[in-house]
């Protein structure tokens, strides 16, 4: 079974930037679609940036679009989100998700596949 693994968090002051990534030892991730969502405990989940899985096509949630930016490799078989501009309210857990075929769609629901998070702090 697909299982995504995320890297790439930490403490970082507000303004600054960190690049978190989604893998997925042992599988392909080439006909997975890829969104990247985050949730602090208590709170719904928030759906940030997904990727189609050519890449060609990509989404973002208003909260951060113009700061944030999904890419993938596909000889690397990694997905990443480029955070910039960070800000205190980006504190939260990161998860990448994944579903097969998804062409960079905004409902979480659809992503079947789930990493264990990876924490980023913003904070000074």
């Known amino acids: 079974q697909l299982q995504l693994m995320e890297s790439g968090g930490g403490l970082v002051q507000p303004g600054g930037s960190l690049r978190l990534s989604c893998t997925a030892p042992?599988?392909?991730?080439?006909?997975?679609?890829v969104m990247w969502i985050r949730q602090n405990p208590g709170e719904e989940r928030e759906g940030l940036a997904a990727?189609?899985?050519?890449?060609?096509?990509?989404n973002y949630g208003a909260s951060v679009r113009g700061r944030f930016a999904i890419s993938r490799d596909h000889a690397q078989n990694t997905v990443y989100l480029q955070m910039d501009n960070l800000k205190p309210d980006d504190t939260s857990t990161y998860y990448c998700a994944a579903g097969v075929g998804l062409e960079a769609s905004m409902f979480i629901w659809k992503y079947d596949y789930w990493g264990q998070g990876t924490q980023v702090t913003v904070s000074s």
């Open positions: 042992g599988f392909s991730l080439r006909d997975y679609g």
């Open positions: 990727i189609s899985p050519s890449g060609r096509a990509e």
